[in-house]
Nanobody, 124 residues
Framework: QLQLVESGGGLVQPGGTLRLSCAAS????????IGWFRQAPGKEREGVSF??????YYGDSAEGRFTISRDNDKNIVYLQMTSLKPEDTAVYYC???????????????????WGQGTQVTVSS
């Protein structure tokens, strides 16, 4: 079983920058897709950004502002977030899938491993 641990969340002013990290331990090589969801209070979980061996996906909310990257030596996935807006406020979850997802944006139920989440709050 893959364990995922997020870090890097916090309080940031509008227009600011944050970098989230997701440290993976376990059978990382068994997973074909890894990335980030977010969930704001009262809203459904939303796919933010994902990467596999030959693809990178950004949801509409992330396109042009967020960048996903991976350090394969350290088994860490990053989400660099810039130009943050109050509507980016949410709990951000790292998730990994053992099989390619059925569609993009990917449904959360296609992911078998989840981190505990990290809170991002964008407010002045």
């Amino acid at each position: 079983q893959l364990q995922l641990v997020e870090s890097g969340g916090g309080l940031v002013q509008p227009g600011g920058t944050l970098r989230l990290s997701c440290a993976a331990s376990g059978f990382a090589e068994d997973y074909v897709l890894i990335g980030w969801f977010r969930q704001a209070p009262g809203k459904e979980r939303e796919g933010v950004s994902f990467m596999g061996s030959s693809l990178t996906y950004y949801g509409d909310s992330a396109e042009g502002r967020f960048t996903i990257s991976r350090d394969n030596d350290k088994n860490i996935v990053y989400l660099q977030m810039t130009s943050l807006k109050p509507e980016d406020t949410a709990v951000y979850y790292c998730a990994a899938a053992r099989e390619m997802v059925r569609a993009f944006p990917p449904p959360p139920e296609d992911f078998t491993s989840w981190g505990q989440g990290t809170q991002v709050t964008v407010s002045s």
